[in-house]
């Protein structure tokens, strides 16, 4: 595609359901990441993947959230048992290079709001 | 862990007026800098990046950037601003040892009046 797109925009949770977030990166991007963006916060590295290969995910903040990318393009970022520190918003970026060269190339984002 | 640090948090400036918004980072070593901006509305695309080279970076729409070692400082600026760069803006950096983790600061946000 065009960008990267993420679905869905908006979505609200109870307390206690699990949620899945979508990331569609632009066709044939390396790297993707997922960052979480809490209010009035710069955005915060969760986990980044290499392909299908998940490389890095010292970001994710509990065993709650789990992050897949099991054909190197679409990842889903999965949050289980949603409390409500977990109200942000979630980026996705992806990036042509797997290289110290890496310029992200965001989606607009989820917003998660648990209540 | 590296950090950065965005001394303004809220600019506000009538327009023509010169800008210059503040980002210090805490990483020792080579790094790589950048600038994200973010329209009202919009999602976060990139205004200017540093790899190496020449210490002063020019950017879209007239933004320009200067990293200056000695200070851990990477300062943007624009000469005169207009009404539609009003936006919120995130200084971040990165290391060419660990180039998967992008660490932003907390954002500026930038009000232009008309």
């Known amino acids: 595609g065009a960008g990267v797109s993420q679905s869905p925009r908006y979505k609200v949770a109870k307390r206690g359901q699990d949620v899945a977030l979508r990331c569609d990166p632009i066709?044939?991007?390396?790297?993707l990441f997922w960052y979480q963006q809490a209010l009035g916060q710069g955005p915060e590295f969760l986990t980044y993947?290499?392909?299908?290969?998940?490389?890095?995910k010292s970001g994710l903040p509990s065993d709650r959230f789990f992050a897949e990318r099991p054909e190197g393009s679409v990842s889903t970022l999965k949050i289980q048992r949603t409390q409500q520190e977990d109200s942000a918003v979630y980026l996705c970026a992806s990036s042509s290079t797997g290289s110290g060269a890496n310029v992200l190339t965001f989606g607009a984002g989820s917003r998660l709001t648990v209540l | 862990a590296q950090s950065v640090s965005q001394h303004n948090h809220h600019v506000i400036l009538s327009e023509a007026a010169s800008l210059e918004l503040g980002c210090n980072y805490s990483?020792?070593?080579?790094?790589?800098l950048f600038w994200y901006v973010q329209y009202p509305g919009q999602h976060l695309q990139l205004l200017l990046k540093y790899f190496s080279g020449d210490p002063l970076v020019k950017g879209i729409k007239g933004f320009e950037a200067e990293f200056i070692k000695s200070k851990f400082s990477f300062n943007l600026r624009k000469p005169s601003v207009q009404w539609s760069d009003t936006a919120e803006y995130f200084c971040?950096?990165?290391?060419?040892?660990?180039?998967?983790?992008?660490?932003f600061g907390s954002g500026t946000k930038l009000n232009v009046k008309p």
């Open positions: 993947f290499q392909n299908e290969a998940q490389l890095d």
């Open positions: 971040a950096v990165n290391s060419p040892y660990n180039f998967n983790k992008f660490y």
């Open positions: 066709s044939g991007h390396v790297s």
């Open positions: 990483y020792g070593g080579t790094v790589n």
